[in-house]
């Protein structure tokens, strides 16, 4: 018994390398983040924005999902850039300074080029699967 | 029992009562946001609510493993230093993270949004808890049951997926968004299937320990449903990003394993009859009551599991509130029934007076029939948010939610029967657990 657990274990190890290093559908590294990426993604946590927001469907249900907002041409930069700063009856406002808000909508950006969050009709296949390569 | 597991078990028993309240309080800041948010917004109650129900679980968990272990091993094997360090380290750590909650410090990724220094201790604590359950496993010369091979599997995976739900303060795991949600979400999914591991090797000692029967936790089948289940904790979280745009085979991969789900399904539906049989028997017993339970909301989630694992109706479920009936539905339905079973067992809830019993049984189908609803109406709540989102195409998020709302009004509504029975029987427990005479250590 412990032999087949050592092999499994050893699969799932050679499994986690691939998912690590190759799970990036382009098999090539993103941009990696700036410096006012990854304060803004720092400040996305300590503020703790996942509470009520998802990126691509990961996160809370209070307010909507921000994966692709920072590239909607009916909302953009300065739609984010206005909800921060202020906030709304839903939302409160965190009294962010304009350097914490533009990093935090730096990081919206970068978010939003990394990939679309809903998945086209087109996509689904007839085995229920989705197929994103094309 | 010794007095440090009889603390742990009450220490457990307030956070299965804090998840409770504070998941109350987050269902009506969610309604009411505006008037929450001048006192105790949603984004500081959610995270006690969740980091309330894991430690629950985790705790729950463990202190039924470290109460158990001890019976299977040869006398005088036990470690009681290890022991008392893990439970002494893990339980300050908590403490320390709701204080940073109290005071709005976060910093950590979903489910785990505490500042992520403290995963520091966290993770020292559980090397005590490794100390002491493997050194004296493994010298123990008895063949083992299944259920000392899912205890350790738990605990060995627990430890793995923790750190790897921490890879996110590396720099590299940063360079690129789909790589640093994709490890962060392989994580939680597996994290899930360590418990369910602890807690299912739990359901089984029991049903050992309440049957009389040796051999339910021995032979071939229980070897393959163990294989099966490692494997699905190992390869089977991709449904949890499978509208990320990452390589197609990490999707391939988890759909195939997910469909291995309906064996269990399949194996449930063939022994429906024994398992009546059983009922008719054992359903004197308060344990055996809350494993039942258990296995009705196995049924009931494997059925919703297999549908969202299914990419074409992932589309309509994922980032909906079937997701959160899905999550609720196990972590209340099945971990914190059998959790509670275990615990009847534990501070022999069996043995009590009738008065005590009934009044335990009573809130126990007050919690059944307000999970139903509560559960429902979750499911039409993530229908109805899937449907104008993706089928109807509707932009505005506020125009998605207007149908949704008082669905979820409903949902906030049952909570309240559902939280009141639970925290009344975890209040008994405290009591029970409270008065039992102590060993001496």
Not at chain 1, 21 to 36: F, G, I, M, V, Y
Not at chain 2, 197 to 210: E, H
Request: with cysteine; glycine share 6%.
């Amino acid at each position: 018994m412990f032999r087949l657990w050592i092999i499994l274990f050893s699969v799932f190890v050679v499994y986690t390398c691939f998912v690590y290093t190759c799970c990036d559908q382009k098999n090539a590294p993103s941009t990696p983040p700036d410096s006012r990426v990854n304060a803004g993604w720092t400040l996305w946590q300590e503020k703790n924005c996942q509470s009520c927001h998802q990126v691509y469907g990961l996160g809370g249900y209070l307010g909507p999902d921000l994966t692709n907002t920072a590239g909607d041409p009916y909302k953009g930069e300065k739609y984010i850039y206005s909800f921060i700063k202020n906030g709304t009856g839903k939302m409160p406002n965190f009294n962010l300074n304009d350097s914490e808000v533009n990093n935090l909508v730096a990081f919206l950006v970068w978010v939003d080029r990394s990939g679309k969050n809903i998945v086209p009709k087109e996509k689904v296949t007839w085995t229920g699967n989705y197929n994103l390569d094309n | 029992m010794r007095n440090y597991l009889r603390l742990y078990i009450i220490s457990a028993l307030f956070f299965l009562a804090a998840t409770l309240i504070f998941g109350l309080l987050a269902s009506w800041a969610f309604l009411y946001p505006e008037t929450y948010n001048k006192f105790l917004p949603f984004y500081q109650l959610r995270p006690f609510h969740v980091s309330a129900a894991l430690f629950w679980i985790i705790s729950g968990a463990t202190a039924g493993v470290l109460f158990y272990k001890n019976g299977e091993l040869v006398p005088g094997k036990a470690n009681p230093i290890t022991e008392k360090l893990f439970i002494y380290t893990w339980l300050a750590t908590i403490v320390v993270i709701f204080a940073c909650y109290a005071l709005k410090k976060f910093g950590g990724r979903e489910y785990w949004e505490f500042p992520p220094v403290l995963s520091m201790p966290l993770l020292v604590s559980w090397l005590f808890l490794i100390a002491s359950y493997f050194i004296p496993i493994v010298k123990s010369t008895r063949d083992k049951p299944m259920y000392i091979w899912m205890w350790g599997t738990g605990i060995f995976f627990f430890m793995i997926t923790f750190i790897e739900q921490n890879l996110w303060q590396i720099p590299w795991f940063r360079y690129s968004y789909l790589r640093e949600v994709t490890v962060q979400w392989k994580a939680n999914g597996s994290l899930v299937g360590s418990w369910n591991q602890m807690i299912y090797g739990t359901s089984l000692y029991l049903m050992v320990k309440i049957s009389g029967n040796e051999n339910i936790a021995r032979g071939k089948t229980v070897f393959m449903f163990y294989m099966l289940g490692l494997t699905n904790l190992m390869f089977n979280w991709g449904h949890h990003i499978y509208n990320v745009p990452t390589a197609s085979w990490i999707r391939d991969t988890s759909y195939v394993i997910s469909m291995t789900e309906w064996i269990f399904l399949l194996k449930m539906i063939h022994d429906f009859r024994s398992t009546l049989e059983d009922i008719k028997r054992l359903k004197h017993l308060i344990t055996y009551r809350f494993i039942i339970a258990s296995e009705v909301w196995v049924f009931f989630n494997l059925l919703l599991t297999l549908a969202m694992s299914i990419p074409a109706i992932n589309r309509y479920t994922h980032g909906t509130h079937i997701t959160v009936a899905h999550s609720m539905g196990a972590t209340i339905g099945i971990n914190t029934m059998i959790l509670l079973g275990s615990f009847s067992y534990m501070l022999g809830i069996d043995k009590m007076s009738e008065s005590f019993r009934k009044n335990i049984i009573t809130n126990y189908w007050i919690c059944q029939a307000s999970l139903v609803v509560f559960w429902g109406c979750l499911i039409v709540a993530g229908f109805l948010k899937g449907y104008r989102s993706v089928t109807l195409n509707i932009k505005t998020f506020q125009e998605v939610m207007m149908p949704v709302m008082p669905v979820l009004k409903a949902f906030s509504w049952a909570a309240i029967p559902m939280a009141i029975s639970l925290i009344i029987i975890s209040g008994m427990y405290i009591y029970r657990a409270g008065t039992m005479k102590a060993e001496i250590e």
